[in-house]
């Protein structure tokens, strides 16, 4: 396992279109979660999962947002009737919380929308 | 809740200079801390953590003590390379309970080493 994987790596799209971002964790972690990075700011916590119950949503993750982990395996999200604010850089990071003390994440590349 | 306050940038020092990066935090719980490293076009990697108070993190030169008195965890390096140019996020995660790996990040301070 090469570490947490995220597609597509860019998208462009127009207002108003769906998109749907996927992540693939680290195959031995339970937990994952979604983050997003505007210009200039640190990332900020959207969404987790621990297998595959969803267990905290942001009051960021409006209605048009939803995330999904199925399986407990690979996550998507999901962003509806897109708006321009939108536009940002979407984190996914997973972590095992069988009790190790620094609960350390792992990011993956992330995936840059733009939403013209 | 929780939040990470870092020393404003852009930072800017010349090739071989001392560098620190202030980080201060606010928790509800008894945090572990962290320092992420973003390299241009890349995502985030961890530089380096500490778990509890006193602890010094180190890696690449960095380091970090866990200050819990003056809740800080301060990055310093003695002698910084054109390399380390890259953007720099102080964060904090609960170290146990439901939110425990969750973090929280400070906004950043862009580092440019010039030879």
């Not at chain 1, 992540?23 to 979604?34: A, K, M, Q």
């Not at chain 1, 999962?49 to 905290?56: I, R, S, T």
């Not at chain 2, 102080?90 to 425990?100: I, K, M, V, W």
């Amino acid at each position: 396992d090469t570490g947490v994987s995220q597609d597509p790596r860019h998208k462009i799209t127009k207002r108003g279109q769906n998109v749907t971002f996927r992540c693939d964790p680290i195959s031995e972690h339970n937990r994952l979660y979604w983050y997003r990075q505007t210009l200039g700011q640190g990332p900020e916590f959207l969404t987790y999962f621990q297998n595959e119950a969803q267990l905290e949503k942001s009051r960021l993750l409006s209605d048009r947002f939803s995330a999904e982990r199925p399986k407990g395996s690979f996550s998507t999200l999901e962003i509806q009737r897109t708006e321009q604010g939108d536009s940002a850089m979407y984190l996914c990071a997973s972590t095992d919380s069988g009790g190790r003390p620094y609960n350390e994440q792992f990011f993956g590349p992330g995936t840059r929308l733009t939403v013209l | 809740g929780n939040s990470v306050t870092q020393m404003e940038g852009p930072v800017t020092l010349s090739e071989e200079a001392f560098l620190t990066i202030n980080c201060t935090y606010t928790a509800t719980g008894y945090p572990s801390l962290f320092w992420y490293v973003q390299y241009p076009g890349e995502g985030l990697q961890l530089l380096l953590k500490a778990t509890k108070a006193d602890d010094k993190g180190s890696n690449k030169g960095f380091e970090a003590t866990y200050r819990k008195e003056t809740t800080s965890f301060h990055l310093e390096k003695g002698s910084v390379q054109v390399s380390d140019s890259a953007v720099y996020f102080c964060a904090l995660s609960d170290r146990a309970g439901t939110n425990a790996g969750k973090s929280t990040f400070g906004d950043g301070t862009t580092l440019t080493v010039k030879p």
